[in-house]
């Protein structure tokens, strides 16, 4: 499957985006789908996921919520009440795990390109 992650711009704190996230060459429907972030520097961290199986849904934060339509082949994250902590590059990711108590990087097999989501103060 391959990813194409969009929506990323720049918002002022406190306003709102919505990054989405289009497969294409295999069905997502068996797939977790999670994003993450990286900052210059720093390890890439976990943000969100959603089952394939379940449609469990895992955030490291209520602010960002994560939704899937297998229909469209689509994955969406909407990060509400941004900081500019939450500044970054974001990547939609697949998973073939069906769940996890402790999401990383490691966890995903395919990525996406990321966007850059800019938070001003």
């Known amino acids: 499957v391959q990813l194409q992650a969009s929506g990323g711009g720049l918002v002022q704190a406190g306003g709102s985006l919505r990054l989405s996230c289009a497969a294409s060459g295999r069905r997502i429907s068996s797939y977790t789908l999670g994003w993450l972030r990286q900052v210059p520097g720093k390890e890439r961290e976990f943000v969100a996921a959603i089952t394939w199986n379940s449609g469990r849904i895992y955030s490291v934060d209520g602010r960002f919520t994560v939704s899937r339509d297998d229909a469209k082949n689509t994955v969406a994250l909407q990060m509400d009440s941004l900081k500019p902590e939450d500044t970054a590059v974001y990547y939609c990711?697949?998973?073939?795990?069906?769940?996890?108590?402790?999401?990383?990087?490691?966890?995903?097999?395919?990525w996406g390109q990321g966007t850059l989501v800019t938070v001003s103060s």
């Open positions: 990711a697949a998973s073939t795990r069906m769940y996890s108590g402790n999401w990383r990087p490691s966890d995903f097999t395919t």
